[in-house]
């Protein structure tokens, strides 16, 4: 189901016409309003009105989680305080939070966007959606929340935690949609199963997961074990929230950028090179309708493709990859270049390992060592140790023939990693200490 | 024949036995038979227990992870060879034992051996035949 066919659909060219004129309006309005900005223009020998085509935008400096942290709290705000309804801040999983705020048409725009990608995964009026994503300063709950209503579906503004209620509410108000972050949907999966809940007699049929890089194996994975249709969504704070970008589940293939609000580029996240549609690198976003926070070339440091090939669902708007990773947490072990999402991969691929791990890094005598703890699940529990040791070290050689890199892997009690009811901590990294 | 043993797997930190036994403890099962095999980082802990069931289910829910594994218990004479005449008899058979370990307790002058064999049916046949005794599950528990 398409939410707004109009602006959905739109053909390129009339898309193009209303980015520019878009891409204008905020340029004048933050060179006005945001010192930071206006500095940041001068300094590049740029006035708005240089900004004559889409490419042009390439000539505008980017910017970066440092700036934002340097504007601390409300620097970066292009609308006075009496105008911001909301405030939201990012969780922090790598260092200070930044702030973010929306006017009363902010909020409108993001509800629209998230009501649009709630219909891509299949839900509608009449549907009732188990939004387990956090309410509170994270953007994922409220986010899905005033989408839901926008849609007209029933919400169930549940949030984070309090596992086992949560199964009891699927249980008895049937929800039709789940909303939560992957990590957090297996770890209801696993209350499930120990509550004796069989997802097949639940009534989901599509989960839309987002808020953390998950793998195509993850999806499989939840698929099976939750009996519903998972769809990736896309999204964060200094952007918009979720809703940014989010598969149809028509295709599956690709997420949508919703690009009459935001205009993506994929950049060299070395040199800053602009690069062109299908090839790989860091994800960079330009708001083109946000009133209290408008952001210029933001470095997403998510790592990703734009794939502008029509799809079959009829949305004319370019889709990205499934993030495969994020510049900040790619790990360089060794002097190898390793995502989490890869080792993930591994894993998933031994039907006996459950999907909780952890990655450990360390320097010893000056040498990276990388340590994988896997829970040890039922299925595959062996009393006799030389089984557990041989399974251990089938899980290494796979990681270094996929990955190219050495690790020790630990099988580890269950539940002994920890659960976070958000984002999952899946690196520590000892040797920034 | 067979006897039943609970196998768990704990992380070789420290705390983690005694975190098994106090549960056990709290539940009323008596430990009659344990061994330990590790590794640098993890190990099983196997046990013989007077209460399968309520100790499976209490370390369950205590998020261990436990597994029932079918085991023998064989009556070996006390006495200088007990146990080669009986190792003997599974090597001729080219039955492989997995581990084994000691019972605790005696029955009369012998002394009871828990095993784990590749081929757990076979081995009972075959230490039947030769006289061996093997002491079934229920007994075990009640001695």
């Known amino acids: ?433 | 024949m067979q006897a039943e043993q609970i196998s768990i797997f704990i992380e070789n930190k420290a705390g983690r036995i005694s975190d098994v036994t106090g549960i056990l403890s709290a539940n009323g099962v008596n430990i009659r038979a344990l061994a330990v095999a590790d590794t640098s980082d993890f190990g099983v802990l196997r046990l013989i227990v007077d209460n399968n069931a309520k100790a499976e289910e209490s370390l369950k829910n205590a998020g261990f992870t436990v597994r029932k594994t079918k085991v023998v218990a064989v009556k070996v004479e006390d006495r200088p060879g007990g146990l080669h005449n009986i190792l003997e008899i599974l090597k001729q058979a080219r039955i492989n034992v997995e581990y084994m370990y000691a019972f605790i307790q005696q029955s009369g002058d012998k002394a009871i051996m828990i095993f784990r064999f590749d081929q757990t049916e076979e081995a009972i046949k075959i230490l039947t035949e030769k006289g061996i005794t093997v002491v079934d599950g229920s007994t075990l528990c009640t001695l």
């Open chain 1, 1 to 433: 189901m398409i939410f707004d066919i109009e602006y959905e659909t739109m053909p390129r060219e009339a898309l193009e016409a209303i980015q520019l004129k878009r891409l204008q309006a905020t340029l004048s309005r933050v060179y006005a309003t945001v010192p930071f900005y206006r500095k940041k223009l001068d300094d590049a020998g740029i006035l708005p009105g240089d900004v004559k085509t889409l490419k042009d935008l390439h000539k505008i400096p980017f910017t970066t989680k440092q700036d934002l942290r340097d504007n601390y709290p409300f620097g970066m705000f292009a609308a006075p305080m009496a105008n911001v309804v909301r405030i939201h801040a990012s969780s922090g999983t790598t260092g200070q939070p930044t702030v973010v705020g929306y006017t009363a048409r902010d909020i409108d725009t993001w509800a629209g966007l998230m009501a649009r990608s709630l219909s891509a995964a299949g839900a509608s009026r009449g549907d009732i959606i188990h939004n387990a994503y956090g309410y509170g300063l994270f953007t994922g709950g409220l986010g899905v929340h005033y989408g839901a209503e926008k849609l007209g579906a029933s919400v169930i503004p549940v949030s984070g935690g309090n596992t086992k209620r949560q199964v009891i509410i699927m249980k008895d108000f049937k929800p039709t949609i789940l909303t939560a972050t992957p990590s957090y949907t297996l770890h209801l999966a696993e209350a499930a199963e120990e509550m004796g809940v069989s997802f097949k007699d639940l009534h989901f049929k599509a989960g839309i997961f987002g808020a953390e890089p998950w793998s195509e194996d993850m999806r499989l994975e939840i698929e099976r074990k939750l009996d519903l249709n998972a769809i990736d969504i896309y999204g964060l704070s200094e952007v918009m929230g979720p809703g940014v970008s989010v598969e149809c589940a028509e295709a599956k293939k690709g997420l949508h950028i919703f690009e009459d609000h935001f205009i993506p580029e994929i950049i060299n996240p070395d040199t800053g090179e602009a690069l062109p549609y299908g090839e790989t690198g860091e994800l960079v976003f330009t708001t083109i309708t946000k009133e209290a926070f408008p952001i210029i070339r933001y470095r997403t440091r998510d790592i990703t493709t734009l794939n502008p090939e029509p799809c079959i669902c009829g949305r004319t708007h370019v889709r990205m990859k499934k993030v495969s990773g994020r510049t900040d947490d790619m790990l360089i072990i060794r002097g190898v270049n390793v995502f989490p999402s890869q080792i993930e991969s591994v894993l998933m691929q031994v039907q006996e390992v459950e999907p909780h791990y952890q990655l450990i890094v360390d320097r010893k005598d000056n040498l990276d060592t990388l340590t994988v703890r896997v829970e040890i699940g039922e299925k595959l529990f062996s009393d006799e140790v030389k089984k557990l040791q041989e399974l251990e070290q089938r899980i290494s050689k796979d990681i270094k023939e996929t990955l190219g890199v050495s690790a020790k892997v630990q099988l580890a009690e269950p539940k002994t990693i920890a659960r976070s009811e958000g984002k999952a901590a899946r690196v520590i990294d000892n040797r920034k200490k």
